[in-house]
RNA sequence: GUGAGCGUAGUUCAAUGGUUAGAGCACUGGAUUGUGGUUCCAGUUGUUGGGGGUUCGAGUCCCCUCGCUCACCCCA
């Protein structure tokens, strides 16, 4: 250990093989099965304006508070790495007018995000959402159509034992006066209540709903319900929804304690949770944000969408079942300096052909290129000495069941196509 | 931002305050000439995170600092 080193920075890490191909495995289903639904990919660029931000999700919450990466530029302006997707997806949304497109308009977008907070388990400062964005369909048949993507997304990628909860929070009609039910309701026991949630009721009394400490748990037995207070808009939307999932077959939590950090939620929120995560258990969450589209400016818009965290699927996955792993179709073992010359052609052309070949490094030893090539798990190992090269056949070893024989040099790519056939 | 735990070889971990800080894994070579996985032998690897203090003597005790981990807060 060296007495300086280069470090990642706090929060932020490598990915690295053999974690690299479960990424891409969670990419490539998440890819598959939003095409299904109609989902576009589009790509935003990382850095906005501050205010894109600020404006969105909301100026008093934590994320915009103290969490943002927030620089300002050579030209003097303040810009932020983004801290979540939904906001750079609407801004764009409006700035391009796609709203003069046929609605609705699906997206979907994936990339780093960026936090500045403690990491823990589940929780970086750059961490990796796929996300998803539908725009102009105010009914709640789509929200049931999201969250079943959401779930056969899930289920492709392999996750086992997720929870789906469900809730209303409202809208800017009803939720004003569910709140101040609720301040009413805590008012009287405040002093029961812990110092966070003491804060909550001035801040955002729905999150008391969520705290974990014991008297807060008991205190809020008997609390008005967000469900009960919506008003006939919102209760018809919220109900169609839970016709729709029940249609669908999705088995859904509705739980009227579910709240979420964004300010620009209204409606439908969702989540998915893991009991095999830390304390950072959701998977993926979202919800309706039917004002946001106006608030940067557009066409009053409705519009839907979720994002899933990267890091905690693959975890989840990673301590699930066991992976196929890429491997080499073929190590070439060479022994002396004309055999390593030929060993490149060959490989050079198997390559060229479609396989991926290794290389045995002629300096090392028959035996420490079998166990290398065993190492890296490979199918096939061909071995060239002196003796191939004067007969011009190679040997082949296939190392899962140490079956070998030769082949003509010319015939190798037969032998490899035969073989995998 | 608050709290707790932990920093020893590339890695996982040992070492009642007492010689020259050890072992597994990994890596390289070998065990009849050119054959992997299991076995055996050999070799390579360290300012014990950094700094200060207590002591005849500190990886071990104390203080500071840096880093990691988990939890709170908040959230994917």
């Not at 609407?90 to 007018?97: A, F």
């Not at 034992?161 to 929070?169: E, L, M, P, Q």
């Not at 620009?264 to 929120?269: A, D, L, N, S």
């Given at each position: ?5 280069y470090?990642?920075?706090k ?10 191909y479960l990424w ?9 099965v939003?095409?299904?639904y109609?989902?576009?990919e589009?790509?935003?660029p ?24 927030t620089?300002?530029?050579?030209g003097?302006?303040s ?5 979540e997707?939904t906001?750079?997806v ?8 796609l ?15 960026f ?7 589940g ?5 990796y ?5 539908a725009?102009?369909?105010?009914g709640?048949r ?18 086992k ?9 409202g809208?800017p009609e009803?939720?004003?006066a ?9 008012a ?11 804060r ?13 400490v014991d008297?807060c ?11 009960d207070?919506l008003?006939n808009g919102?209760?018809?939307h919220?109900n169609?929804l839970?016709s729709?999932l029940?249609?669908l077959?999705?088995s859904c939590?509705?739980n009227?304690?579910m709240?979420r950090?964004?300010d ?6 969702f989540e998915?949770?893991s ?7 959701a ?5 309706r ?14 519009a839907?969408?979720?994002a899933?965290?990267?890091e905690?699927?693959?975890?989840l ?13 073929v190590?070439i ?10 060993g490149?052609?060959i490989?050079?052309?198997?390559r060229g ?15 420490s ?9 490979s199918k096939?190992?061909?071995?060239i000495?002196?003796?191939e ?6 040997k082949?070893k296939?190392?899962?069941?140490s079956?070998?024989g030769e082949?003509s ?12 056939s």
């Open positions: 250990m060296s007495f300086f080193q470090k990642a920075l929060g932020m890490q490598d990915i690295l093989p053999p974690d690299i891409q495995k969670v990419e490539t289903a998440a890819r598959e939003f095409s299904l109609g989902f576009q589009i790509r935003p990382v850095v906005e304006s501050t205010n894109v931000f600020t404006r969105s999700i909301g100026e008093n919450t934590d994320i915009v508070e103290k969490e943002m990466y620089f300002t530029d050579k003097d302006r810009i932020s790495l983004r801290p997707g906001a750079s609407v801004r764009c949304y409006v700035e391009k007018n709203h003069t497109l046929p609605s609705p308009q699906k997206f979907y977008y994936a990339g780093p995000m936090r500045y907070e403690r990491p823990q388990s929780r970086f400062r750059q961490f959402q796929i996300g998803v964005e725009f102009g369909d105010a709640p789509i929200d049931a159509e999201v969250i079943s993507m959401l779930r056969h997304c899930l289920l492709r990628i392999g996750l034992d997720i929870t789906f909860n469900v809730n209303s929070i809208c009803c939720r004003p569910y709140r101040e039910k609720l301040t009413e309701f805590f009287g026991g405040l002093d029961s209540l812990c110092p966070d949630c003491n909550r009721q001035h801040t955002n009394p729905l999150r008391i709903l969520d705290c974990k008297r748990v008991d205190m809020r037995k008997g609390a008005p319900r967000v469900t207070y008003c919102c209760r018809t919220f169609g839970l729709f029940e249609l077959g999705i939590t509705v009227p304690d709240v950090g964004l620009y939620y209204t409606r439908t929120t998915v949770t009991e095999n995560l830390g304390a950072q258990n998977v993926a969450a979202g919800g944000y039917d004002r946001l589209v106006d608030e940067f400016g557009g066409p009053e818009t409705p839907i969408g979720f899933m965290g990267m905690r699927i693959i975890e996955l990673r301590n699930s079942a066991s992976h196929d792993f890429p491997a080499p179709d190590f073992a060479v022994i002396g300096d004309l055999a390593a010359r030929e490149l052609v490989a050079d052309r198997l052909k479609g396989f991926w070949v290794e290389l045995g490094d002629v300096g090392n030893s028959l035996k290129q079998m166990r290398r090539a065993d190492r890296l798990s096939y190992v061909f071995i000495g002196d003796d090269l004067n007969s011009g056949r190679l082949w296939k190392l899962s069941d079956s070998q082949v040099m010319f015939e190798i790519t037969d032998f490899l196509l035969k073989q995998s």
